[in-house]
């Protein structure tokens, strides 16, 4: 498969009508950051301010990973954001697996034209469709697998914390241990 541009997948994202979601998203959140980053963070689908604003992870649970890149002293204008996909599901239900079928080519185009060295998925979803199906985020959240050449690991997602904040420094820990998985991979 040729390597396209960003600027390219997001075009034909934007025209997209594979699935029922383009009928009722306000924007695309095809994805924002560093084009070059080396730290590539995959949720599993917009919700409403992201649906508003066309740019992942803006809301209350965006607000929270900002607070953790900045914790561990990962600028979040050298990573990369997206989800699997592009269009917001109603009422934020859960992707079905029939939307993520359409929508997983273009998460695939950006991970080829980013290149980036660590992919860390943002939840049990994003997990369970990245590193394997049976995926179990409490027992495995910040574990590392190699998938095709990257190092991969999950998270808890943001909104995880903001119902249940005791796993917090669980997540503090996953996201030092990032920060040092980022460092070693670079140098």
């Known amino acids: 498969m040729e390597t396209r541009t960003l600027e390219e997948i997001k075009k034909d994202c934007e025209q997209c009508e594979k699935c029922e979601l383009c009928k009722t998203r306000t924007n695309i959140v095809f994805g924002v950051g560093n084009a070059n980053a080396k730290l590539m ?65 273009y998460l695939r185009e950006q991970v080829l034209a980013i290149r980036p060295k660590v992919i860390v998925c943002l939840g049990r979803i994003s997990a369970m469709r990245i590193i394997k199906p049976d995926f179990k985020i409490t027992a495995e959240h910040g574990k590392w697998f190699d998938k095709n050449g990257y190092s991969v690991c999950a998270v808890y997602h943001p909104a995880a914390l903001l119902r249940d904040p005791r796993k917090k420094d669980e997540m503090l820990a996953d996201m030092m241990a990032i920060k040092e998985r980022i460092d070693n991979e670079i140098n």
């Not at 561990?72 to 109603?90: E, F, H, S, T």
């Open 41 to 105: 963070f995959i949720g599993e689908a917009p919700g409403q301010k992201e649906d508003e604003s066309g740019i992942p992870f803006v809301g209350a649970a965006g607000k929270l990973l900002d607070k953790y890149l900045d914790a561990v002293g990962i600028p979040r204008d050298d990573v990369y954001i997206a989800n699997i996909l592009k269009c917001r599901p109603p009422k934020n239900r859960d992707p079905l697996p029939a939307e993520e079928d359409m929508c997983i080519g």
